[in-house]
């Protein structure tokens, strides 16, 4: 239904396009005045009145309308006899009547049942009705209003623009909305979790295995099972493997990215860059699934057979073989962004310097990278938060369990790694298991947000400095 | 009559496939100073940048012919450009400060040069560069201010004085004053009449007024070509070419 009339709105729209722009057309004309717009303005206003109040009446007409029609029904159920104790139960026979209504519910059906579904039939008819009526009632009203104004000749260059600031106004309006979303469900499902687990504990504490969170009811928490939750969910661990595999990543994605981008954007000749920026852009297109088994399957068991050679004890899943993977993911970000930002650096500071004898090494060591160091810093700090966000690579290459080891042969975990392991298959919503993966998004956003902090004030110091 | 300090002779200059200077004879004599002028696009900044080989930068240029300082070939493939920069020192059309400070724009020559080897040798290097410069009075107190923080007119006298801060025999100025006001322009050519008591000058500037003021001798480029060139007074009182008299009294260019 709302497709139907979403399309109605808009070939109505697109045609009164065309009728006010051809309209003001004949009027200017015929009556020889002085259009205070272009003529196409006026169709874009039409078009805007016609289908902005419809489509917000029909959003926000379809956000209320199940939460009105579900809370009518289950008074009426009540009224007709059904019982039910919380909230829970009533949400279950009202999804019963609804099944009844759509025909695919098979159970018994009492008479409250039908009572019921009858009355469901009859209030969505009802609300589909004047859904329409109302429309079709806002279209004209709007169309009538934005109509006088067009033969008023009023200024429509000018409302269009109105208009259309507020509609990107409302789209920022959205996203910065949906950020706060996020955060507040992350903040209050994390509460729930540090009502049972102290903060301290789960901060400082040094072993992560939450799998021994099988209580299911935090309210009948008995004091042995406190005793035992209260050292299973220790941070320490995952923040230690997660700083220690993107140090790794880091260690080979800055070196090689950065001195491929100086080469790139100094060296390389312009046959050369064409053909190799490509190539090592493609790195980046590489899903990071096909990483993760290259690293399991390859890397990893390479390593073991030569930490077997050399005496050492290598794990199959280790540290060291996610991390230099992922170094190598990240290669493209820190050579592209640093490529970008060192040829940015104006040839004249270049010529200055070589105007003084300075070779170009010389040149670029000591003007070129100062000068573009706010970038580079840009990027390098970009390959970090890739380097902490990413999970498929860890998850398949450096293992699942928490060890707090700085042994880069061993097996570690990271903890967007955690938060995929808590979360696939059955899990209670009310566990504290569960809601640890929410304590631990929300740890990881505000680490990565002070990262970017700091970042930007060392941008931002550098920058004051070198420009 | 002073002695010829650089001598090109049949200099031709390609970008490409486009010949940029054509046969280019000119004498550059020591201790003076001689204006470039002439229509934009006629080849005067491709000359000077010719004398400190700064043309190497631009990949699909080509330079034939000679081009001779105290008789050594600049041209030659073999020659070093780094010590022939030291020699040559340059001052660009826009002041180009590097992004450090005023002291480290300065010192970053004589560092590269291995001059000024204890920090008090370089802060001496550093302060004769700034007073040659006509800066070190306005600048002597804030010398670890970034270069770029200082005014337009104080950033070209940076320049100046970082070019002459590794103590070279020529230097090469390709409009040096086109970016600047009349004030910072004026105090720029009084620092090039006080600078051609130690240095052979060379000057690119679009301003008539500006080659009759700093300059002894002018040459006047056109499409490529010297078309004529002699002391500075006979150019702009007496040409020889009616070309250069048109080009002068403004009715082209």
């Known amino acids: 239904m709302n497709i139907v009339l979403i399309f109605l709105i808009t070939i109505f729209s697109v045609s009164l396009f065309f009728y006010g722009k051809s309209k003001t057309k004949t009027i200017s004309i015929k009556d020889n005045i002085k259009l205070n717009a272009l003529p196409k303005f006026y169709g874009y206003y039409l078009v805007l009145w016609c289908s902005i109040p419809a489509l917000v009446f029909l959003l926000v007409w379809s956000l209320f309308e199940p939460v009105i029609i579900k809370s009518i029904i289950i008074e009426t159920a009540a009224n007709q006899g059904a019982i039910f104790s919380d909230k829970n139960e009533a949400n279950l026979i009202y999804e019963k009547i609804k099944a009844i209504h759509l025909g695919t519910y098979f159970g018994d059906i009492d008479s409250i049942l039908k009572e019921s579904a009858l009355a469901y039939a009859k209030f969505i008819n009802l609300f589909t009705n004047s859904k329409v009526v109302l429309i079709f009632g806002i279209i004209i009203a709007s169309v009538i209003y934005s109509l006088k104004k067009i033969k008023n000749n009023n200024k429509a260059r000018d409302d269009v623009e109105v208009i259309l600031k507020g509609l990107l106004f409302v789209s920022s309006l959205i996203a910065i909305l949906t950020t706060l979303g996020i955060i507040f469900s992350l903040l209050f499902e994390s509460i729930k979790f540090f009502s049972v687990i102290n903060i301290f504990d789960y901060l400082f504490g040094t072993n992560w295995s939450p799998q021994r969170a099988f209580v299911r009811d935090a309210s009948s928490i008995t004091a042995a099972e406190f005793e035992e939750l209260k050292d299973a969910f220790g941070f320490i661990p995952l923040i230690a493997g997660t700083s220690f595999i993107a140090f790794i990543a880091m260690l080979v994605a800055v070196p090689i990215g950065l001195f491929s981008g100086i080469y790139m954007a100094e060296y390389a000749s312009i046959k050369v860059r064409r053909i190799s920026k490509p190539i090592i852009e493609i790195l980046a297109g590489i899903p990071t699934v096909v990483y993760g088994f290259f690293a399991a399957l390859t890397v990893g068991p390479f390593f073991r057979q030569v930490g077997e050679n050399l005496g050492l004890t290598v794990s199959s899943e280790s540290a060291l073989a996610a991390g230099l993977i992922m170094g190598i993911m990240i290669i493209p970000y820190v050579s592209s962004l640093s490529d970008d930002v060192i040829n940015s650096v104006p040839q004249s500071l270049r010529d200055g310097s070589y105007a003084v004898g300075a070779t170009k090494s010389e040149t670029i060591k000591q003007v070129v990278i100062p000068a573009a160091l706010p970038g580079i810093i840009g990027s390098v700090l970009l390959a970090v938060s890739r380097a902490i966000g990413e999970t498929m690579i860890v998850v398949m290459a450096a293992g699942l369990a928490a060890n707090l080891t700085i042994n880069p042969l061993e097996s570690t975990t990271t903890i967007t790694t955690q938060i995929v392991m808590i979360l696939v298959g059955d899990q209670e919503f009310d566990s504290p298991k569960t809601q640890s993966a929410f304590a631990l998004g929300l740890t990881l956003f505000v680490a990565t947000l002070i990262l970017n902090y700091i970042a930007q004030r060392a941008v931002k110091k550098y920058r004051e400095k070198y420009d | ?253």
Request: glycine share 8%; hydrophobic share 35%.
């Open chain 2, 1 to 253: 009559m002073s002695n010829i300090k650089i001598k090109s002779k049949n200099l031709n200059v390609y970008y490409g496939d486009k010949q940029a200077l054509f046969d280019v004879n000119l004498d550059l004599n020591e201790k003076e100073v001689t204006a470039l002028i002439g229509p934009s696009g006629c080849g005067k900044s491709t000359f000077i940048r010719c004398i400190n080989r700064m043309n190497d930068v631009i990949d699909i240029c080509k330079v034939t012919g000679n081009i001779e300082m105290d008789g050594m070939n600049i041209n030659d493939k073999d020659l070093d450009v780094v010590s022939l920069r030291e020699r040559v020192g340059m001052v660009f059309q826009k002041p180009n400060p590097f992004p450090k400070s005023i002291y480290d724009n300065i010192s970053y020559g004589p560092k590269i040069h291995g001059k000024g080897e204890t920090k008090s040798e370089l802060d001496q290097i550093v302060e004769n560069s700034l007073k040659k410069s006509a800066l070190w009075e306005e600048v002597k107190d804030r010398l670890d201010e970034p270069g770029t923080s200082l005014s337009g007119g104080q950033q070209q006298r940076l320049c100046i004085a970082r070019a002459i801060s590794v103590n070279p025999e020529v230097i090469l100025m390709d409009e040096p004053c086109s970016a600047l006001d009349p004030i910072a322009t004026a105090k720029i050519e009084e620092l090039i009449d006080e600078l051609k008591k130690t240095y052979t000058i060379v000057i690119v500037t679009h301003s008539m007024a500006q080659a009759v003021r700093v300059s002894q001798k002018t040459g006047f480029f056109h499409l490529g070509k010297l078309i004529e060139v002699g002391k500075t007074e006979k150019i702009f009182k007496n040409p020889d070419n009616k070309m250069t008299q048109d080009y002068i009294t403004g009715r082209f260019g």
